[in-house]
């Protein structure tokens, strides 16, 4: 299946659309798992659903047909970063709607789908954090991103970055770090 995917998305970039049309039933299942884990960090009573976050986070990336699609992980992480982004831009207009009130939390565990813990940061935090830390290493936020929002295995990631696996977990261990210190110190 991975395999198919990946050839679907090279050919929905060629300027197939019937691709697109094939694509969506391979991958919803997995889109609806990483908006799941998503949404199981927010607030209980948030207002999006994980079908209404797939279907918005799809959409978006059908505008993307230009992008250069690597593979299924390459696809799979560019819908959890785009999940992220809604979810940013949402908490924000919560925020500002509370006038300061009410923000999202998630939690640092490995496992992205796992429960929350000790360690709950707001994610509006959470995504200046990854932004800083994309200034100093973008590999290490990309790392995060694959890994926590799109929930992808040590392989995964390493498949999607084009990179070892010990290398991301060297990359997945120094982001954590610095990113549980720089969310510790706020």
Known sequence: MHNRVSQLLLDWRAGNPAALDQLLPLVYDELHRVARAHLARERSDHTLQPTALVNEAYLRLVDLRRLDWQSRAHFIAMAATTMRRILVSHARRH???????????????EDAAAGADEHSVELIALDEALSALAELDSRQSRVVELRYFAGLSIEETAEALAVSPATVKNEWKMARAWLFNRLAGR
């Open 95 to 109: 925020r500002a709607a509370k006038r300061g009130g009410g923000a999202v939390t998630v939690t640092l565990q």
